[in-house]
């Protein structure tokens, strides 16, 4: 028996662009966040078309979120020619994790109930989680690393049944550049 995975070029171009766009933000190079916004554009297109509408959803947050991130590292205190990393304080990481649990709740009802969406209330919450993350990122929180670490090994699962071998792939190797994330803004210069 033979069994081949489909191949979707534009989720393989896409799955490259946000590799290097990842690539990027571990080494706090403002070029992330352009090609940032190129990557979320197409994954919209790519999760509306897999029933995933709140990943679908999430990518035009993730485009905001990412001209705030361009905005913010752009204006933010240098060293060595770099964004300052900032280790983030209890209640800034407690209002994130709320936030994730309200966005959670609210986008899972939403979906579960208005929508025919795969997953409703599993990419839900991965949607909101992501959105804490990315805002972490934006503000050089150093703990968006290990957010993301978590999201990305149950974005994983979601995709490789969902039939999206590439960014299955894709996310399986954010999960390494998370780690190296996590490493290299703890030095606080990239490798």
């Known amino acids: 028996m033979d069994f081949e995975l489909p191949v979707d070029p534009f989720e393989i171009a896409a799955a490259a662009i946000s590799l290097v766009?990842?690539?990027w933000t571990t080494r706090r190079d403002l070029l992330c966040w352009p090609i940032g916004i190129v990557s979320v554009l197409m994954y919209a297109a790519i999760y509306a078309r897999?029933?995933?509408?709140?990943?679908?959803l999430l990518q035009f947050v993730f485009g905001a979120f990412l001209v705030y991130g361009?905005?913010?590292w752009w204006r933010a205190?240098?060293?060595q020619g770099l964004p300052v990393v900032v280790p983030g304080g209890r209640r800034e990481l407690v209002l994130g994790i709320c936030g994730g649990l309200a966005g959670w709740a609210v986008l899972g009802w939403f979906m579960s109930?208005?929508?025919?969406?795969?997953?409703a209330w599993l990419d839900a919450g991965l949607a909101a989680f992501s959105l804490v993350a990315q805002f972490w990122a934006a503000r050089l929180l150093r703990a968006n690393w290990l957010l993301w670490?978590?999201?990305?090994?149950?974005?994983?699962g979601m995709y490789a049944v969902k039939g999206l071998p590439a960014t299955a792939v894709l996310?399986?190797?954010?999960?390494?550049?998370?780690?190296?994330?996590?490493?290299e803004w703890g030095r606080?210069?990239?490798?």
């Open 113 to 119: 109930r208005h929508t025919d969406a795969d997953f």
């Open 149 to 156: 670490i978590a999201v990305d090994v149950i974005y994983v």
């Open 171 to 183: 996310y399986a190797v954010f999960i390494v550049l998370a780690v190296r994330g996590w490493r």
């Open 70 to 72: 361009w905005w913010h």
């Open 77 to 79: 205190p240098r060293e």
């Open 21 to 23: 766009a990842v690539w």
């Open 50 to 56: 897999a029933h995933l509408y709140s990943d679908a």
């Open 188 to 191: 606080g210069t990239p490798a």
